[in-house]
């Protein structure tokens, strides 16, 4: 099952064709930020939609009130990698997903915030969308960025996922191609298949779990019985 997780598009009118070409190219499901309304929707091209919100506060108490306001109605929590102390609070929170790299920003990851990612199951997602929008001196700048954020990552233990960052359906790129991407960052190719097929998918899994009544936290859910209906 592979899931695009990092689609951007203002536009609801967009879904439509996001969805036809992602079901073309070989993909169950995109995450979608910044115009839905509801966490999860079916649409006719045979494509899962996800709600995903990018946090954009700068001060830890921003965040936290963020997250607890749309954690519920969020498929997908993602957070740009930013200073120090707000990125280190945010990946040791269990209900952030995805800790996003922007590699034109001067923030670098660092290796006890892979560490502490590692801990909580917060992935590194590298968007792969700088990439196909640059070329030359300014492509070499961004693979070498990336490889040393994929390499302390991993290094630390902590997931990368690979998603396209598109901004229009032609911007996206197929399951395949996407992880011969993941090559060329430096992912073993089990590694980078599973920041393809396996890793986006499990954190939906998990994000779709919290959603039931049964679920308290991670590891945690209520039994219930017929004693105890």
Do not use: C
Not at 86 to 108: C, G, I, M, Y
Not at 174 to 180: E, G, L, R, W
């Amino acid at each position: 099952m592979a899931v695009d997780i990092g689609v951007n598009t203002p536009d609801m009118k967009d879904i439509g064709s996001f969805g036809r070409l992602a079901h073309q190219i070989g993909f169950t499901g995109i995450a979608i930020s910044g115009v839905m309304d509801q966490p999860v929707t079916e649409i006719s091209e045979g494509i899962t939609v996800y709600r995903r919100v990018n946090l954009t506060g700068k001060g830890i108490n921003s965040l936290r009130n963020q997250i607890q306001r749309i954690r519920k109605n969020a498929i997908i929590v993602a957070i740009q990698l930013g200073s120090i102390d707000t990125t280190n609070w945010a990946v040791e929170d269990q209900r952030v997903d995805l800790l996003t790299f922007d590699p034109s920003k001067e923030h670098r990851l660092r290796e006890t915030t892979a560490s502490l990612a590692s801990g909580s199951a917060t992935s590194l997602e590298i968007q792969i969308a700088p990439l196909l929008h640059s070329s030359g001196l300014q492509r070499s700048k961004i693979l070498k960025t990336y490889r040393e954020a994929v390499a302390t990552a991993l290094d630390a233990g902590m997931g990368v996922v690979l998603s396209s960052g598109a901004a229009y359906p032609m911007g996206m790129r197929s399951p395949v191609a996407m992880v011969h991407i993941g090559l060329l960052l430096g992912i073993e190719r089990t590694l980078a298949e599973r920041a393809v097929q396996e890793l986006p998918a499990h954190l939906i899994e998990r994000s779709m779990k919290r959603r039931q009544p049964e679920f308290v936290s991670p590891g945690v859910e209520i039994l219930r019985g017929e004693e105890n209906p």
